[in-house]
């Protein structure tokens, strides 16, 4: 596209910024990553992503290899000449859970230094809502002003580059249409609205999609616990719920609920937001509390099926981060369940495609092996933390045969389920009524099912 704005900077080559900076330069724009992490940019250059992203090491190799993407550790070489300076440094939470912005004031100055004359700066970074506007001060240079706009980014992991490349809309804030307007054309190739509006909206937009989105995970985990209490079925009653075009199916997977990086970051920052205005934004709260009870909730479930004792028990966890897809183990619902069915004695053997590396500093007390039928052998419940499709997919026929009791407790609700109770299993998931095993068909003959039968709640 000739009036795209090019080169283009991007500050920052964290989960954002690698793939965002990808993604354009795939699309056509001369994309300098810049990045203070010498190692990160050693490791860039061998062509090796630092997360584990679908698609994103083969876009990498290409971009790369074609020199639309450029990796750079000089902020004035990077910087000199871009019409964009985007910048996607952190913004981790204090321990309030406000989110803290000294990356970003630090890049902002930065390009602010090393902006032209038809630069335009762009935060990517999640920032809380009324932080671009109150940036601008910083944005004088030599009696002028450069301008500042904020595109927020909702890309999920595990699907990032699809979701960049399909997005439902892009978001554009800032109080200089023709500043705004230009940024728009680097998105002009993606068949998807541009939401032109004031910076503080478009803040605004990011948090109440991923807090709007949270809370939708928290009511179905709540209505879970009312499943478990009347009989019913939470994935028949989320399917007719999502059925109403109004309200959609998706977020309504009921289990371990939200981790990652972004959603209880995110919520909190939004929660923080409205205080700082003396506003009492008691939905939020609810959803983390919520949140919070599905991993309790589920150890006290994993400890009633076990009689109540879980000292000496082996439990085999299949999963550790916070969702299938990614390496990611940031408020992994994982950690927390592991710690907790430790400090109660049990011993913990759990295993991940992908996350080990990731989780083996969070978890010293665990046992971390990578297959997962050393994983489940010997096993006195195994539970699903994690909804691999391996996992899935396991022969859990061979899986029945490793066991020391068959119980099974899956915290998604993504196994299937007859198979299980076919095999002898004693299957119990979130939401849903506990399922006993049936007349044996087991792969081993002779030995009987173990699990004792529970009520849950
Ligand atoms: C999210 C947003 O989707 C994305 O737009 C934003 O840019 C970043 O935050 P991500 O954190 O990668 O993306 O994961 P997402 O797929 O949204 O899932 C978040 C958490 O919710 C996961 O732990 C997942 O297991 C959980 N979840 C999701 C449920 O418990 N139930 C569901 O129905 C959906």
Known sequence: MADRPNPLCMVGAGYVGLVTAACLADAGVDV???DIDAARLALLRRGRAPIHEPLLDELLAEVLANGRLELHEDAATAMDGAQIIM??????????????????RAALTQAVQHAGPETVIVIKSTVPPGTTASLRSLCRRNGRVVPLAVCP???A?????????????????????EACKRVALLFGHLDAPVRITDSTSAELIKYGVNAFLALKISFINEMAQLCEYTGADVSSVADGIGTDERIGRAFLGAGLGFGGSCFPKDVRALDQAASYHGQNFQLLRAAVEVNQQARSRFVAKIQRALNGKLAKRRIAVLGLSFKPGTDDV??????????????????????????????????????LVDDPYACIAGADAVVVVTEW????????????TLVRRHLVVDGRNCLPVDQLVDLGFTYIGVGRPI???????????????????????
């Open 87 to 104: 910048l996607a440094v952190g913004t981790p939470p204090l321990g309030d859970g406000r989110a803290d912005l000294t990356q970003v």
């Open 157 to 177: 992991e595990g699907s990032a580059v699809r979701d960049f490349r399909q997005p439902p809309q892009v978001v554009i804030g800032g109080d200089d249409p």
């Open 389 to 400: 499709p391996e996992y899935v997919a396991l022969d859990w026929p061979r899986a029945a």
């Open 435 to 457: 399922r006993k095993p049936r007349p044996l068909k087991r792969a081993k003959p002779g030995s009987k099912p173990r699990a004792e039968l529970v009520a849950v709640p």
């Open 153 to 155: 980014e909702f890309l």
């Open 330 to 367: 940031r408020q992994a619902a994982s950690i927390d369940v592991i710690r907790h069915l430790e400090d109660l004695g049990a011993s913990v053997v759990a295993t991940d495609p992908v996350a080990m590396a990731n989780a083996r500093p969070l978890l010293p007390r665990t046992d």
């Open 32 to 34: 300098r990553l810049l």
